[in-house]
């Protein structure tokens, strides 16, 4: 089975603090994925990675970074935190080009900034 | 643009029911669609997808989805629901990034399930 892992289930960081959220995959997948949940928006996508050192801006990037230097690895930073980046944080990741290829998450990390 | 929309955000049900949730789209060619499955504390699990052939499409769990391409709606029925089906649920669908092909999917804002006893 494929399985996504997420460094923290809860964080809590102060406003200013620089933040990193890991995401690992185990099954060799070439596509990672970091996506926000807000309740009434559904799921949106912050930043896309294809192969290790690409990445591709989803529909939210302002305020995020990523970084991908292992295939299996891929992390969501955020510079800055600040309180409207209080969110549900969920990762995942896909086998190959093709679209209609299912995405696996991982559980989810809920972030508090204070 | 691109879109999903679950008119429903809350649905309760008796344990037995029958279960519906609607989901519509707007996407220019032919979708991939899918729906998942979010429950307390976890992650998203795939249900089921479709992406071409048989509009009726059989999932996990004893789900199903039928595409009706006149409706853009893509509903998700169970016969029977169980109280451990209590979990929100996201229609999402499948959108080209770039030029690769690469899948992004555009997701509903969900449907919250309760499953009265």
């Known amino acids: 089975d494929v399985k996504v892992t997420q460094s923290s289930r809860y964080l809590v960081k102060r406003t200013g603090e620089k933040v990193f959220l890991e995401c690992v995959q185990d099954m060799d997948h070439e596509n990672m994925f970091w996506y926000r949940q807000d309740p009434g928006l559904g799921l949106r996508l912050i930043y896309f990675?294809?192969?290790?050192?690409?990445?591709e801006k989803g529909d939210i990037p302002e305020g995020y970074s990523v970084s991908r230097e292992k295939k299996e690895r891929f992390s969501l930073i955020l510079e800055s935190a600040s309180t409207n980046q209080t969110s549900m944080y969920l990762c995942a990741s896909s086998f190959g080009q093709a679209s209609n290829n299912e995405q696996f998450f991982g559980p989810g990390t809920r972030l508090t900034v204070l | 643009a691109q879109s999903v929309t679950q008119p429903d955000i809350h649905i309760t049900v008796s344990e037995g029911a029958s279960l519906e949730l609607r989901c519509n789209y707007s996407y220019g060619a032919t979708p991939y669609l899918f729906w998942y499955v979010q429950s307390p504390g976890q992650g998203l699990q795939l249900l089921l997808k479709?992406?071409?052939?048989?509009?009726l499409v059989q999932g996990i769990k004893g789900f199903e989805a039928e595409f009706k391409r006149s409706q853009s709606s893509f509903n998700l029925r169970k016969p029977s629901v169980h109280w451990s089906d209590a979990a929100e649920y996201f229609c999402a669908v499948g959108s080209f990034m770039f030029s690769g092909g690469y899948n992004k999917l555009i997701f509903g804002a969900g449907t919250r399930l309760a499953v009265h006893p």
């Open positions: 479709y992406f071409s052939g048989d509009t």
């Open positions: 990675s294809y192969d290790v050192k690409m990445k």
